[in-house]
């Protein structure tokens, strides 16, 4: 099993910035991919970036260009560098990963519990 836990979630003002870190434990032998996904109240849960590893990442369009995510493979580490905020943004950010617990296993698909954020003066 994987277990996901994200920090770095809160209340920030419009045009603020706030950081989200990700951390992957438990029996790990491959990560294959990892991303961050959102949900807002009364919405569907959405991409909001992802990578894979040695690949490029994927965004949103709506957070191209504010938006950074990164990777710390040796760790099993993910971080969402959220700039220039917007009250669109708000929502429960979930990280999530997609991982072999052993060589012989199969992918799984693993979630965070959610971590909140909140843009608003």
């Known amino acids: 099993q994987v277990q996901l836990v994200e920090s770095g979630g809160g209340l920030v003002q419009p045009g603020g910035s706030l950081r989200l870190s990700c951390a992957a434990s438990?029996?790990?032998?491959?990560?294959?991919?990892m991303g961050w996904y959102r949900q807002a109240p009364g919405k569907e849960r959405e991409l909001v970036a992802a990578v894979a590893t040695g690949g490029s990442p994927n965004y949103a369009d709506s957070v191209k260009g504010r938006f950074t995510i990164s990777r710390d493979n040796a760790k099993n580490t993910a971080s969402l560098q959220m700039n220039s905020l917007k009250p669109e943004d708000t929502a429960v950010y979930y990280c999530?990963?997609?991982?072999?617990?052993?060589?012989?296993?199969?992918?799984?698909?693993?979630w965070g519990k959610g971590t909140l954020v909140t843009v608003s003066s």
């Open positions: 438990g029996s790990i032998f491959r990560i294959n991919a």
């Open positions: 999530n990963a997609l991982a072999q617990g052993t060589w012989f296993g199969q992918v799984g698909d693993y």
